[in-house]
């Protein structure tokens, strides 16, 4: 019988296999190093002197001695000023961590397969110095991990998610995916590389027509006007393969949508899988639509060895897919 997850379900020093990666890692930061810029480390460390844009000051997260007092006194609203490293680009990961995440058929939920994904991203681009930060969206508010660089600043912005508390369903709050997205865009002002990590289903969104853009379509585009998206789906194996288990009850976590289905019924299961396999090509034609790169994780297969499939097979189609959207100049 499965029960709701409580914590997490893969241990930290799981979420991406070292000896594995250690293999894959010059093969795959080479085969990257053509369109992903911050080969190099600038001659100071630390995260550098150069003033970046103001942004909402977060309590508990940002450095009240980086408040900008000028902004504040304008605006009544405490803003805090980033400083910009001298290193030529920077990765930010946002992370679905609604209810519809916590689902997971084989031993793992797509929250912390998501996880993953962000810490095989993560320790890929270690080599090149580049400086990984974290984004969580939850249900009333989005959480901001700091990006810093080195691997136990990676280690540690993937234990905050990891501990991050379960969203338990029916959790209050109105924020959707392409709000979380539009926030990245507004927040995170400086080129670089964004990766998505999510289910991409919106709560009653039931159209499976792949000419009708999705609602995060749009966001989506314009985070990728100014740089490289990465969209990591993630699925479990019985959201694509209805199981035999005879009459079921099929609840939607984020709305009070419910139905008994007999899976039993050949013709009802066909109908399920049909609608499901309509429902992702759709999200697959609208991030080929918006410019994203777009790679699909399972709970049941290897996520590094996907992955890795993944970034060596990109390079053929990088400088095609991430043309600006139609109407956009570089």
Avoid at 41 to 70: C, E, F, H, I
Avoid at 92 to 107: F, K, Q, R, Y
């Amino acid at each position: 019988m499965l029960r709701p997850p409580s914590g997490p379900t893969i241990p930290l020093n799981r979420l991406a296999p070292e000896a594995a990666l250690r293999r894959l890692e010059l093969t795959i930061v080479r085969r990257l190093e053509g369109f992903l810029h911050g080969d190099h480390l600038g001659l100071l460390p630390g995260a550098g002197s150069d003033t970046n844009d103001a942004r909402v000051y977060q309590p508990g997260q940002d450095d009240v001695r980086k408040m900008d007092w000028a902004v504040t006194a304008r605006t009544t609203v405490p803003h805090v000023r980033d400083t910009m490293a001298d290193r030529e680009l920077e990765i930010w990961a946002l992370l679905d961590v609604t209810p519809s995440m916590n689902w997971g058929t084989e031993g793992v939920t797509k929250r912390d397969l998501g996880i993953a994904a962000i810490a095989t991203i993560g320790f890929l681009s270690q080599k090149m110095g580049d400086r990984f930060g974290g984004m969580m969206m939850l249900p009333d508010q989005v959480k901001r991990l700091p990006a810093r660089s080195g691997r136990t600043a990676l280690y540690g912005l993937l234990r905050k998610m990891l501990t991050e508390p379960i969203v338990p369903d029916h959790a209050e709050g109105d924020l959707q995916l392409e709000d979380g997205i539009e926030q990245m865009t507004r927040s995170q002002r400086r080129r670089g590389m964004r990766v998505i990590v999510s289910d991409f289903l919106t709560p009653g969104d039931a159209e499976l027509d792949p000419n009708v853009p999705p609602a995060w379509e749009r966001a989506v585009r314009r985070l990728a006007v100014r740089n490289q998206v990465l969209c990591v789906e993630v699925v479990d194996r019985h959201e694509v393969e209805f199981p035999d288990v005879g009459e079921m009850l099929i609840r939607d976590p984020e709305t009070d949508f419910s139905r008994y289905i007999n899976t039993s019924d050949d013709a009802a299961r066909r109908r399920m899988d049909a609608a499901t396999r309509a429902q992702r090509e759709r999200i697959k034609v609208a991030l080929r639509r918006a410019g994203a790169g777009h790679i699909q994780l399972r709970t049941d297969r290897d996520w590094v060895a996907d992955i890795a499939r993944f970034v060596l097979n990109y390079r053929r189609v990088a400088n095609m897919l991430h043309q600006p959207p139609q109407g956009v100049s570089k």
